[in-house]
């Protein structure tokens, strides 16, 4: 009589036997003809060497058709993503930013055109980035829109004409000043 172990050790041998037979046969190529070389269909080898082709330039590297760009607008909960060509500009990218911003019903409502609003790399950064200026040469793909405010409103008296940046604003809060900070460096 077989123990079960000796039964169990029966059918996994069978088992493994059954295995190889299967593998070798799903290659189409029976135990017998393991050394024979597989016949594969003839395909061209330089497919890419006749030109550029959509994604790909001259020097066979990938070619950005792209770019995903991360938008954030001032007083808005998360950034508004926008795809846009590497060869618009940072105002194309403003228009755009704005429009999927207003088509996404986002709170606070934007009014005004896009030309009443600066690009900046972040919102710590005081220069806005130039309108003409390529997102290509950017380096970041995370972005800032700060509506631009008056030299009336915040206090230069230049007759409401925008300013390009935020550091003038800048410049004007630390004019002000309080009285007691001058002290901090005398107790240094």
């Known amino acids: 009589m077989s123990t079960s172990k000796n039964h169990r050790r029966g059918r996994e041998e ?23 070389k597989l016949l594969r269909p003839r ?17 066979g590297r990938p070619k950005l058709t792209k770019l995903l760009l991360n938008v954030t607008v001032q007083r808005s909960l998360g950034a508004v993503q926008v795809l846009m060509a590497p060869e618009s500009t940072v105002g194309d990218l403003i228009a755009a930013a704005l429009r999927q911003y207003g088509k996404e019903g986002r709170r606070p409502t934007l009014a005004g055109h896009p030309s009443g609003f600066d690009l900046h790399y972040s919102q710590f950064s005081l220069e806005s980035l130039d309108r003409e200026e390529k997102l290509i040469t950017l380096g970041s793909r ?43 460096n005398f107790l240094l």
């Open 142 to 184: 995370n972005l800032y829109i700060c509506p631009k405010t008056s030299a009336t409103e915040s206090g230069g008296g230049g007759g409401g004409v925008a300013s390009s940046s935020c550091s003038k604003e800048a410049e004007e809060g630390t004019k002000i000043g309080v009285p007691w900070l001058k002290f901090m």
């Open 43 to 59: 395909t061209v080898p330089d497919l890419l060497a006749g030109g550029s082709f959509a994604g790909v330039s001259l020097d």
């Open 14 to 36: 069978s088992r493994k036997s059954r295995l190889g037979e299967k593998s070798s046969s799903f290659h189409g190529r029976s135990l017998g003809t393991v050394g024979e």
